[in-house]
């Protein structure tokens, strides 16, 4: 009866939300926006955005590059309007494509809420291969696009030199100074901050039991409340609930509705299926997987439920990181706003790197945890 077919499906939406409520919510989720709230609001873009420029030795850029999704904490949406600023701005090609990549893979939410889903092995390659692919093809597409119209003059560091005087030796603006001491007390305070909340986020996800966990992060809790209020402002706090807040309302009824339609998807799709075409670990599976990243989009995080219904369907977990690591670079929306921003050569060429590398990911990952 179709009633009652209705019925199954809705019950398996509503026992995949309460497993996933029950689980992820208070020791994992939570914490994690608060930490995307605090690192989006006293944590300043600028900082990042000028250490991406075509004149900056790449030993600094592309690192910067990869670690500004952690600092900020963007999704797939956010990212390209930061892609497009920076590129506008004046962003060498390298970093910031190398920024396009890693920003919606390496921030904190997608990586914990991978590992508290999924395994933490798959957690922790897709972080480190977000990066290393991001390096890769910022460096790639730098190397083809900006030598060939000559913008790899030498990467030298710009340091302008002190003002001088009709009486004497140049004498030292002190005022770089004062903001340098400056800039580094705001820098201490936050990393304390960014450390307590590290370490409720890391106790809350982690296999302990429940009785040892519970402790620690309520202690760790109070700990950051206190030193909150006694290094922050009544301003910066305020802005970081905004921040917080924001990401909650942003990503917290997607990701609900995500997991519910993943409970849902699981009853409709046949597990043979599944295990027949991404059972494995060949380059096909890998493929279609990267496919599924293409014309399969869904919202940022949404796409970790996703993942774990094709593991519990039978996915190998090759194709599974491939799927992980295409979905936030190859949406077909991403794809089109990219093109507009770059040009049809340069969105082919990140595209065809992106899929190519993420199929080698799979198959390699597989073949290390004998994922077929």
């Known amino acids: 009866m179709p009633v009652d077919i209705i019925v199954d499906l809705v019950v398996a939406g509503l026992n995949g939300l309460v497993e996933y409520l029950s689980a992820h919510v208070l020791?994992?989720?939570?914490?994690?926006?608060?930490?995307?709230?605090?690192?989006?609001?006293?944590?300043?873009?600028?900082?990042?955005?000028?250490?991406?420029?075509?004149?900056?030795?790449?030993?600094?850029?592309?690192?910067?590059?990869?670690?500004?999704?952690?600092?900020?904490?963007?999704?797939?949406?956010?990212?390209?309007?930061?892609?497009?600023?920076?590129?506008?701005?004046?962003?060498?090609?390298?970093?910031?494509?190398?920024?396009?990549?890693?920003?919606?893979?390496?921030?904190?939410?997608?990586?914990?809420?991978?590992?508290?889903?999924?395994?933490?092995?798959?957690?922790?390659?897709?972080?480190?291969?977000?990066?290393?692919?991001?390096?890769?093809?910022?460096?790639?597409?730098?190397?083809?696009?900006?030598?060939?119209?000559?913008?790899?003059?030498?990467?030298?560091?710009?340091?302008?030199?002190?003002?001088?005087?009709?009486?004497?030796?140049?004498?030292?603006?002190?005022?770089?100074?004062?903001?340098?001491?400056?800039?580094?007390?705001?820098?201490?305070?936050?990393?304390?901050?960014f450390i307590l909340l590290m370490v409720i986020l890391i106790v809350g996800a982690s296999p302990l039991s429940l009785e040892l966990r519970v402790p620690v992060v309520l202690f760790t809790t109070l700990l950051t409340i206190v030193w909150a209020l006694k290094a922050n402002s009544r301003v910066e706090n305020e802005s970081w609930i905004r921040e917080t807040y924001f990401f909650v309302k942003m990503i917290l009824p997607l990701l609900l509705v995500g997991v519910f339609v993943a409970g849902v998807a699981s009853e409709l799709i046949p597990e043979e299926v599944v295990g027949e075409y991404l059972g494995d670990n060949s380059v096909s599976a890998n493929a279609i997987a990267v496919g599924f990243g293409i014309f399969m989009y869904f919202p940022t995080l949404v796409e970790v439920p996703v993942a774990r219904m094709f593991l519990d369907l039978g996915m190998a977990k090759g194709p599974l990181l491939a799927y992980l690591l295409a979905d936030p670079e190859l949406s077909f929306q991403s794809v089109l706003v990219t093109r507009r921003i770059m040009g049809n050569k340069k969105v082919a060429v990140y595209v065809l790197l992106v899929a190519v590398l993420c199929i080698v990911a799979g198959l390699m990952f597989g073949f290390v945890v004998g994922g077929g």
């Open 27 to 193: 020791l994992c989720l939570v914490p994690a926006f608060f930490i995307a709230g605090a690192l989006s609001a006293l944590f300043k873009k600028e900082t990042v955005t000028k250490y991406l420029g075509p004149d900056t030795p790449r030993y600094i850029s592309y690192p910067v590059a990869s670690a500004a999704g952690l600092l900020i904490a963007v999704c797939s949406c956010t990212i390209l309007p930061l892609f497009a600023g920076i590129w506008k701005k004046g962003a060498g090609l390298g970093p910031a494509v190398t920024f396009l990549f890693t920003g919606p893979a390496v921030n904190v939410l997608a990586i914990m809420y991978t590992g508290s889903l999924i395994g933490w092995d798959i957690a922790a390659a897709r972080g480190i291969l977000s990066v290393v692919f991001g390096i890769l093809i910022g460096l790639t597409m730098g190397f083809i696009f900006e030598r060939a119209k000559g913008h790899t003059a030498k990467r030298t560091p710009t340091i302008a030199s002190p003002p001088k005087t009709e009486t004497g030796p140049a004498v030292p603006d002190p005022v770089p100074q004062s903001r340098t001491v400056l800039e580094r007390a705001i820098g201490a305070r936050f990393t304390i901050l």
